[in-house]
């Protein structure tokens, strides 16, 4: 796709520029020279890899300077990381965010989790994201009110620990670091990935890297939005489940698509089972739970395989890919 090859010259919607297709004031972006918008909540006939919908704009924008693309000092950033570990706050942080995300406290130990302060907002923790490599590349900042913030000058990155692979079992692909830490707390093979539809190409990676390699499951957040519907031209009464009305779900089938199409395997997808929003509120519903009751738990939902429908998703809207891929 050719907006992809000039991505560098993407530049971000703002409160005083907001997205022209969808109104939007983040997530959004569009062309240096104005010609074109991506955005991410409206559908077009062309959808970009890394999530959103290319919409070329009859009407151009008035230029922008596109941002220097942005490189990462893997060293500092492990640095940073390696300092809000070590911070005074840390322990107590740990504890604390533990105790209120009904984790264990040694989990978040080994997610490298620290803690930071903020004159404005107060004490966080830091939660440490890196790419498929396994390089630092920024963290992610919680709150006690669970407010998220990704650290400035950073990168959005994936979670999980050091040696995530080790165990036996399919790799879950789940999304943010607490439902990793709530997986691999009861010995998943997991990953998080940075938002719905992010971080792809980082876990193609990550999982290419690997000599034994196990079955991805994409699991999805039950986190529909039924009052979105009819909101959006492309988001009818009937929509069974996109971007605007079920971000969980559509980023769960988006992301096996992804990882299906760069991997050249069958990855599956499922939404979290047992009625729970994610992975996190299942492991404090069923504690004591082992990774056994988990993919028993997954079992039921675990949808077909996306190499068949591949096909029809490449070339369809969202819609058809939810139906093909035999969801509700
Ligand atoms: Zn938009
Ligand atoms: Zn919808």
Same mark, same amino acid.
């Given at each position: 796709?050719?907006?992809?090859?000039?991505?560098?010259?993407?530049?971000?919607?703002?409160?005083?520029?907001?997205?022209?297709?969808?109104?939007?004031?983040?997530?959004?972006?569009?062309?240096?020279?104005?010609?074109?918008?991506?955005?991410?909540?409206?559908?077009?006939?062309?959808?970009?890899?890394?999530?959103?919908?290319?919409?070329?704009?009859?009407?151009?924008?008035?230029?922008?300077?596109?941002?220097?693309?942005?490189?990462?000092?893997?060293?500092?950033?492990?640095?940073?990381?390696?300092?809000?570990?070590?911070?005074?706050?840390?322990?107590?942080?740990?504890?604390?965010?533990?105790? =209120?995300?009904? +984790?264990?406290?040694?989990? !978040? %130990?080994?997610?490298?989790?620290?803690?930071?302060?903020?004159? #404005?907002?107060?004490?966080?923790?830091?939660?440490?994201?890196?790419?498929g490599?396994?390089?630092?590349?920024?963290?992610?900042?919680?709150?006690?009110?669970?407010?998220?913030?990704?650290?400035?000058?950073?990168?959005?990155?994936l979670?999980y620990?050091?040696?995530w692979y080790?165990s036996a079992g399919p790799l879950f692909v789940v999304e943010?670091?607490?439902d990793v830490?709530?997986l691999?707390?009861?010995?998943a093979v997991t990953i998080g990935r940075?938002?719905?539809v992010?971080g792809a190409d980082m876990i193609a990676t990550a999982w290419n890297g690997l000599?034994k390699k196990p079955q991805i499951v994409v699991v999805g957040?039950?986190?529909?939005?039924?009052?979105? =519907?009819?909101? +959006?031209?492309?988001?009818? !009464? %009937?929509?069974?489940?996109?971007?605007?009305?079920?971000?969980? #779900?559509?980023g769960a089938i988006h992301t096996a698509v992804q990882l299906s199409s760069a991997l050249g395997v069958d990855v599956r997808w499922a939404m979290?089972?047992?009625?729970?929003?994610?992975a996190?509120?299942?492991?404090?519903?069923?504690?004591?739970?082992?990774v056994?009751?988990w993919i028993?738990?997954m079992k039921?939902g675990v949808n077909v395989k996306v190499s068949q429908a591949r096909?029809?998703?490449?070339?369809?809207?969202?819609?058809?890919?939810?139906?093909?891929l035999?969801?509700?």
């Amino acid at each position: 796709m050719v907006y992809e090859r000039t991505a560098s010259k993407w530049v971000r919607v703002s409160a005083s520029e907001p997205c022209s297709i969808c109104g939007q004031k983040r997530y959004c972006t569009r062309t240096a020279d104005g010609t074109a918008a991506k955005c991410m909540k409206v559908e077009s006939g062309t959808s970009v890899k890394t999530g959103g919908w290319v919409h070329k704009l009859d009407d151009p924008l008035p230029e922008r300077v596109a941002p220097p693309p942005r490189k990462i000092d893997y060293e500092l950033w492990r640095n940073r990381c390696a300092e809000a570990y070590r911070h005074k706050l840390a322990g107590k942080v740990r504890a604390e965010e533990a105790e =209120r995300l009904g +984790l264990s406290p040694g989990i !978040l %130990d080994r997610l490298y989790v620290g803690a930071g302060v903020d004159a #404005k907002h107060g004490v966080y923790s830091t939660w440490p994201q890196r790419d498929g490599k396994a390089r630092f590349v920024g963290y992610c900042r919680r709150f006690s009110d669970g407010t998220k913030m990704s650290e400035k000058g950073g990168k959005q990155g994936l979670f999980y620990l050091l040696h995530w692979y080790l165990s036996a079992g399919p790799l879950f692909v789940v999304e943010g670091g607490s439902d990793v830490a709530a997986l691999a707390g009861i010995g998943a093979v997991t990953i998080g990935r940075f938002s719905n539809v992010g971080g792809a190409d980082m876990i193609a990676t990550a999982w290419n890297g690997l000599t034994k390699k196990p079955q991805i499951v994409v699991v999805g957040e039950m986190d529909e939005k039924p009052h979105k =519907r009819g909101t +959006l031209k492309s988001c009818k !009464l %009937d929509c069974p489940g996109c971007s605007n009305c079920w971000p969980g #779900k559509y980023g769960a089938i988006h992301t096996a698509v992804q990882l299906s199409s760069a991997l050249g395997v069958d990855v599956r997808w499922a939404m979290c089972p047992d009625g729970c929003k994610d992975a996190r509120e299942w492991a404090s519903k069923n504690r004591g739970a082992s990774v056994i009751d988990w993919i028993e738990d997954m079992k039921g939902g675990v949808n077909v395989k996306v190499s068949q429908a591949r096909q029809l998703l490449m070339s369809g809207t969202m819609e058809s890919e939810v139906r093909a891929l035999g969801g509700p």
